[in-house]
DNA sequence: TTTTCTTTGTGTAAAATTTACGCATTGAAA
DNA sequence: TTTCAATGCGTAAATTTTACACAAAGAAAA
């Protein structure tokens, strides 16, 4: 294993990293995919390295399907972080050394702990087709709602807020919903998925009118059965429109 | 100097570039700053390495001021280039081979020609301010127009067009021209400014009501005299009231 | 000197979009 | 069987955006 370690740190750049902020949608919560490291307390996004034959994109795909299984997922670059001291919450010293307790001493000179920018990128998965998986590296993988995100390692605070911001960004002229909601939803579910991102209320029968003018959606014959009151009509996207408007863009004006 | 310059590159990431998008306005056209490599016949935009103890941000900042000497302008990241191959135009080999013709064998071994990913940032610069600047690798520094922009070295040209696609994003949300138009300007030299990013045209007299309503231009008493027909009144940017508007944001709904 | 002609300055009406809101219906729960 | 919160659908008001006309300035042409 640690062999395998050193090799695989001997193929990819190392002043570079990827972090990804994985955001899921369940229960009317948005929520992140966050990993704890072994032998501490520290949470961190997913993140890794590029291998030296691959594209920034192309291992940001990777850690996305190492830590949830998804491939062909929203996935998008937002920013990247390069201040010369990313370290939060314990200083570099303080993590080695916690660190080195579990892995071993001198584990990881020179392959992790160096200066590095990381390039940001955004997810947005189906929470329900996620199992989360932890790596060798940690020993807990799993979603934390938004606002109960506790002090994580490096930056990654800020990097979950500007990818939040991003995303926020994004739903004014794109499309979402398609990778965060299972295949069929109702109506009320798609505007709550909207409401959290934007964290304000719409008026539904505008958001219904709006949404429709898309012409995104597919109206099934099915209804949501054994709901609370009346049974809400289900939708569907309709792939090749979705995918459509993502080129074309769309004014979310609300 | 070729001490100095190893020494230089000693002291700065390795695998990471910062490029910069330095656009001006003259006379009506969009321009951006290249340089000339030293015995080639290709231009590149202008860039560098972060320094160890340098944010990328700052590394930004400096190489501007290096190529333009101007500081406080702004500048913003927008998309940081990761493919396998960045190069275009020349190979890598082709690209070694002219350049160690004019500075000697094995110069650049393991300097600049490793892989790198690049973090893209655009500036908007008045162009009257800019004194371009070749430095020691480079033998000429000019404005071209953005339509006469020839093929460039690595992905440069790829970086140009998405830097210009951030900039029209930009000026949709925020007020764009106090860093690109000189103290005093025109409302129609205003209007042209907002008609060459964006490529299109606007009435403008709605285009006064929009901009006069962001509540961030001080017509003064003053006329451009001199000029064709009617003169026109002069504008300045309040630049408390503009920056308070960078932070809010605007729409500009044209 | 006078006339011409392009450019600028200003205001108002029409069109389109966004927002606000009413009421009937459904179906689980009381 | 009744109650009641949530859903489905449509229309009016408010706001924003777009379209458009005419007078005035001043350099250039006659």
Redesign the pocket.
Same mark, same amino acid.
């Given at each position: 294993m640690e062999h395998n370690l050193r090799d695989y740190f001997e193929k990819t750049l190392k002043e570079v990293a990827i972090d990804c902020v994985i955001f899921g949608f369940h229960a009317g919560e948005l929520k992140v995919l966050l990993l704890k490291w072994k032998g501490t307390d520290g949470w961190s996004l997913p993140g890794g390295h590029i291998l030296l034959d691959e594209s920034a994109n192309d291992a940001a795909n990777r850690i996305l399907m190492e830590r949830t299984g998804l491939g062909e997922i929203f996935l998008q670059q937002y920013y990247t972080f390069g201040a010369v001291n990313r370290y939060t919450h314990y200083s570099e010293a303080e993590l080695l050394e916690k660190l080195e307790i579990t892995f071993g001493k001198g584990f990881f000179e020179g392959i992790i702990f160096r200066r590095t920018v990381s390039i940001g990128y955004f997810a947005l998965v189906e929470f329900d087709q996620v199992s989360p998986a932890p790596d060798w590296f940690t020993d807990e993988c799993r979603w934390w709602n938004l606002a109960d995100v506790p002090a994580l390692l490096f930056d990654h605070n800020e990097m979950i807020e500007r990818a939040l911001t991003a995303l926020r960004q994004h739903i004014r002229n794109q499309p979402v919903g398609y990778n965060l909601l299972p295949e069929k939803f109702?109506?009320?579910?798609l505007q709550r998925l909207y409401e959290t991102i934007l964290d304000r209320q719409?008026?539904?029968? #505008?958001f219904?009118?709006?949404l429709m003018?898309y012409d995104i959606l597919e109206?099934l014959d099915e209804?949501r059965?054994?709901? /609370? #009151?009346?049974?809400?009509?289900l939708y569907r996207f309709d792939k090749l429109k979705y995918e459509r408007a993502m080129e074309t863009g769309v /004014?979310f004006?609300?």
């Amino acid at each position: 294993m640690e062999h395998n370690l050193r090799d695989y740190f001997e193929k990819t750049l190392k002043e570079v990293a990827i972090d990804c902020v994985i955001f899921g949608f369940h229960a009317g919560e948005l929520k992140v995919l966050l990993l704890k490291w072994k032998g501490t307390d520290g949470w961190s996004l997913p993140g890794g390295h590029i291998l030296l034959d691959e594209s920034a994109n192309d291992a940001a795909n990777r850690i996305l399907m190492e830590r949830t299984g998804l491939g062909e997922i929203f996935l998008q670059q937002y920013y990247t972080f390069g201040a010369v001291n990313r370290y939060t919450h314990y200083s570099e010293a303080e993590l080695l050394e916690k660190l080195e307790i579990t892995f071993g001493k001198g584990f990881f000179e020179g392959i992790i702990f160096r200066r590095t920018v990381s390039i940001g990128y955004f997810a947005l998965v189906e929470f329900d087709q996620v199992s989360p998986a932890p790596d060798w590296f940690t020993d807990e993988c799993r979603w934390w709602n938004l606002a109960d995100v506790p002090a994580l390692l490096f930056d990654h605070n800020e990097m979950i807020e500007r990818a939040l911001t991003a995303l926020r960004q994004h739903i004014r002229n794109q499309p979402v919903g398609y990778n965060l909601l299972p295949e069929k939803f109702t109506m009320p579910e798609l505007q709550r998925l909207y409401e959290t991102i934007l964290d304000r209320q719409f008026d539904r029968r #505008n958001f219904q009118k709006l949404l429709m003018s898309y012409d995104i959606l597919e109206k099934l014959d099915e209804k949501r059965v054994g709901v /609370a #009151n009346k049974s809400p009509f289900l939708y569907r996207f309709d792939k090749l429109k979705y995918e459509r408007a993502m080129e074309t863009g769309v /004014a979310f004006s609300m």
